[in-house]
């Protein structure tokens, strides 16, 4: 079970008089349980890529924890990293390596035997549809295969958690599908999948339960029965318009 309590940070943007507090996540508190995808909704400056780096331990919450099973961000930061995956639009990748050395020099990072990143790697490059181009340099891979390329290293380690900011930012259909039906997967062998994203088609398909964020707040919470039964409208983009434009004549 993964658990964010009360989650807030913010950011001191400038200096002097003129710096300003932006309060990126507010008071946060929602639960993931392993088989389940968690899906972070919210419109630009929302504050999911924040969340979601704090769930990741890349930065450090004001405020508020993160619990996986027994151990917690702020106290066991070395031992969650190794139960996480992030992946995030801007992963920047070496563009003279190949998909196939960066997933060796990654499973080394992570301590991992050779024939287990064999494996490990075997798996992956199946499941995502790699193996034409696993000997190609990044460079030359275009922006799917990228993609592709960031979320096999993301996952080299198995982790418990995958955390996946936009996964299919920018991705055609067929890889976007390919991205989404290996969480699905992964979901179904007891991961705990939480993604953020703008796409409500891939939302409803995808996600068991949904949280909207709305200026660091989550304003709405459930699975897509329940947060549609406590609104006025029938499908998620209704209700996310609804939050995002309230008195607004959206129809
Ligand atoms: N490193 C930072 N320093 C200062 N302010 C930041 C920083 N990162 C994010 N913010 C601010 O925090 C707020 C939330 O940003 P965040 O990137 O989490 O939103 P988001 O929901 O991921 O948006 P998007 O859909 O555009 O990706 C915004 O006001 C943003 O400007
Ligand atoms: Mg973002």
Known sequence: MLRVENLSKEFRNGRGRSAKTVHAVKDLSFQCKPGEIYGLLGPNGAGKTTTLRCLSTLIKPTSGNVVIDKYN????????????????????????????????????LNKM??????QR????????????FIHKKIDQLSTGMKQ???????????????????PT???DIV???AVTDFLVDRAQSGKIVIISTHNMTIAEKLCHRFGILVEGELREEGTLSEIIEGSN?????DVFFS?????????
């Open 73 to 108: 961000v702020l106290e066991h930061g070395q031992i969650f990293r190794s139960k996480i995956a992030f992946l995030t639009s801007d992963m920047k990748l070496d563009g003279y390596f190949t998909p196939d050395y960066m997933m060796n020099w990654f499973g080394k």
């Open 113 to 118: 035997q050779d024939d287990e990143i064999e």
């Open 121 to 132: 790697k075997k798996k992956l490059f199946i499941d995502l549809q790699m193996t034409d």
């Open 148 to 166: 592709k390329t960031a979320v096999a290293i993301s996952l080299i380690h198995d982790p418990e958690v995958i955390i996946f900011d936009e």
């Open 169 to 171: 930012n920018g991705l």
């Open 175 to 177: 890889t976007s599908k």
């Open 233 to 237: 409208w029938d499908n998620l983009e």
């Open 243 to 251: 939050y995002i434009m309230p008195g607004g004549d959206h129809v």
